[in-house]
């Protein structure tokens, strides 16, 4: 298996123009119509079976091994953001406003050059290799409409990646337990009475209460959950009002909750509520909470965490996997480790080199070092590679 790095390396060109095209031609969640064009025709190259359309434009390709075993589900997403991309690549891409400032370009040629891989040595694998590449990450909503169709039935377990600018590329990283945040959308309506600017006793100000709860809700955090408790409220977004001299009706604020453990995601929303409606009523408004739990905490299995770091290890040396932070951003992944065992990593997207800086995900200058498709290529292969080795 020690050579499976060289035969990713060997990819590099093809994963990468491959890789390119996508990046051009981003397509928002839900909408990755010509990229699931695109992966289909290059399973259907490899010979591989597989479904298309499942939870959107997702794509399920079975890779059954020689010998009868388990089946190890590896999974890639392919949305794009609705940004202006501001890079000055020559491939940048040509679809307004829409470009693939999360990478999912390369996770999607990641799992193909995978692909590539395992079916070289698919009559050694000892079990079943099932991919997926899904619709819809974004908006966190592609990997429940995979689960929905039956993606992981007969699942054993699951494992996949995503690009970290901030990481050289080289690199990768795991940790175990919680790692990524769970994610809630917060949306609240207040409601007053509008009237005359200048006259505000004739008016109940919804813009007042609006600001008041705004500065409540910063009490959530710091004064109801513990300090070892990581949690998040944001207020992303007010509006209010058309005119300089008039009191609206109402105020509407979006935003969004982030939490490292499950009791506090849940316990959340009871508390924004209880703050926000209290609030408005000291200002004789009325508010409203909308509350969408979206994500639930990303936790990876310790022992699946630990083959997988043994297997990057083994690949890159002990020194090129790190223990990884842990971040309040959120991934739909977790909704597969919610229902199997699995692992997600880091793979290093970052300039090897300090001096550069590198822009961050969902930044309209956002770019990866490519040097990452292959070598993520050859680390989801030499997982699933290995994880259907039958023990000698
Ligand atoms: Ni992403």
Redesign the pocket.
Known sequence: MGDILQQGRGLADQLIAFRRDLHQFPELSFQEARTAGKVADELARLGLAFHRNVGGHGIVADLPGGKPGPTIALRA?MDALPITEQSDLEFASRNPGVMHA???DAHTAILLGAAILLRAKQNELAGTVRFLFQSA??INAGADAMIEAGALEGVAEIYGL?NLPTLAAGKAATRKGAMMGSVGRIEITVEGRGGHGAIPEQSIDPVVAASAIVMALQTAVSRELSPFEPAVVTIGSIKAGEANNVIPETATMTGTVRAFSDLVHVRLPEIIERIAVHTAQAYRCRAVLKYTSQVPVLVNDSRCNDFVHETIQSQLGDSQCLTAEPTLAG?DFAKYLQRIPGCFFWLGSGPTQGAEQAYG?HHPQYRLNEQCIPLGASLLAAIAAKRLTPES
Do not use: A, M, V
């Open positions: 997403d999360c990478g999912h990450e974004e995503h991934e995900l």
